[in-house]
C-alpha cells in the first residue's frame, strides 16, 4: 500500500496518542449533544467512531482510554439519571453491552491497522524472497552435494511465501471482514436494547427477555467463530496433514468471502456432493479455495450483466475428490491458459502474478492437479483435484 495513504500515516508519539483519545471523544461528544443529532442510535455510533479512530492511529492503550472515557461520557450524558455517576440497576446491562462492544471495535480497528501494517512489510519483502528462491535454486543445480539441505531450505521458503501470499490476500479483505463481524456484533447491540425493553415495564416479561438474551449469546458466538477462522488463516505454521471435509472448507471459505462478494454484486451459488474426507493441510487447501475465488471476484468486476459465482464438488475418477470454481468474468487471457499459473505472470494491475503459481505449489503437494479453461460464452472455470483418503492409502 502507499505510504500517501492517509489512513497508513505513522503512529504519532504516545503522548498524542493519549491525546488522540481525548479529543476523539470529546468531539464524539460535542456533536451528539447538538439538537440535529438526538437520536437513540447517535450517541452509541459517535462513540464507537471515536474508539475506532483513536484505536487505528494510537494502538490499543489509547484506545483503551478511549473507551474508558466514552463510557463514562455515555453513562453521565445519555443514560438516566442525567449528570449522576450513580447508574440505575435497570441501566447496568446497557451500560456492560455498550462497554463491551466498544472494546470489541477498539480492539479490531488496532488488530486492523497491525495486519495492514504486517501487510505493507510483507509486500516490501516478497520480491526479495521471491529473488532468495532463484538464488537457491540455482544453487541446487551447482551443488549436487548439498541438494538435501537446499531442498529442505526451499519447503520452508516455499512455506513462508504462502504464508505471505495468505496474510497478502487476507489483508486487503480486512474491511470485508470488519464489516462479517461487525453484523453480529450489531445484532447483539439490538437484541439487549430489546432484553431492556421487555424488562423495563410495569410487568416484566422474562420469557421475552430470555429470548433476546439467548439471541446475544448466538450473535457472540458467531463473531467469536468469525475471528477463529480469521486466525487461523493468518497463523504461522509447519504444514499439519489432517482428514479434511472439502465441502465443509468450502463453506467456511464462502463465510468469509460474503461480504467482498456482495459488494461486488456476485451472486455465489454451490453444488456440494457428497464427498470422502481426504488427507490434507486445511489452511492450505482453504488458502487455494481463497485465491480461486477471489481470482474470479476480481474477474468480474469490470463486467456488465450477470456476475455469477458457482462451486461444485464431486467425485471425479478413481475416487478423487474434484472441485470447480466457474465464474461470468472476463475470462482467461487468450492462448495462455497454462501461462497463469506460472510466476510473476498477471493480468492484474496490482497483482504479483504469485497466487496461482503457489495455489498449484499447494495443490501438487498434495498429489493433486489444478487446471484452467475458459467458460462459454465468457467466464472461466478453475478445477482442481485431489485424491480421496482411500486413494491415499493405495
Known sequence: MPRSNPLLWPKPPVIWSYGIAVLSVTAALIISRLPAFHLEAA??????????????????????????????AFHYYFLPPMHSLAPKAAEIPRIA?????????????????????SLRRARDDLRGTVQELQRSNEALQAESLERKHAEETLRQAQADLAHVSRVTTMGELTASLAHEVNQPIAAAVTNANTCLRWLAGDTPNVEEARAAATRIVKDGMRAAEIISRT?????????QRELVDVNEA???????????????KVLVRTELAELPQIMGDRVQLQQVMMNLIMNSIDAMKVVDGTRELIIKSERGEDEQVLV????????????QA?????????????????????????????????????????????????????????
Not at 470447480?324 to 492462448?335: K, N
Not at 493480468?347 to 489444478?370: D, N, P
Open 43 to 72: 450517541p452509541v455510533s459517535l462513540f464507537l467512531c471515536a474508539i475506532m479512530f483513536t484505536a487505528w492511529f494510537g494502538g490499543v492503550g489509547p484506545g483503551l482510554l478511549a473507551t474508558a472515557l466514552s463510557t463514562l
Open 97 to 117: 453491552i455498550f462497554t463491551v462492544s466498544a472494546l470489541i471495535v477498539g480492539l479490531l480497528s488496532a488488530a486492523q491497522r497491525s495486519a495492514t501494517e
Open 231 to 239: 486466525r487461523l488463516l493468518f497463523k504461522k505454521g509447519t504444514p
Open 250 to 264: 468450502i463453506r467456511e471459505m464462502i463465510v468469509l468471502l460474503r461480504s467482498e462478494a456482495t459488494r461486488y
Open 324 to 335: 470447480s470454481i466457474s465464474d461470468t468474468g472476463v475470462g482467461l487471457p487468450p492462448q
Open 338 to 394: 497454462d501461462q497463469i499459473f506460472k510466476a510473476f505472470f498477471t493480468t492484474k494491475a496490482q497483482g504479483t502474478g504469485m497466487g496461482l503459481r503457489i495455489s498449484r505449489s499447494i495443490v501438487e503437494s498434495h498429489g493433486g492437479r489444478l487446471w484452467a479453461a475458459n467458460n462459454s460464452p465468457r467466464g472461466a472455470s478453475f478445477h482442481f483435484a485431489l485424491p480421496s483418503t482411500a486413494e491415499a492409502k493405495e
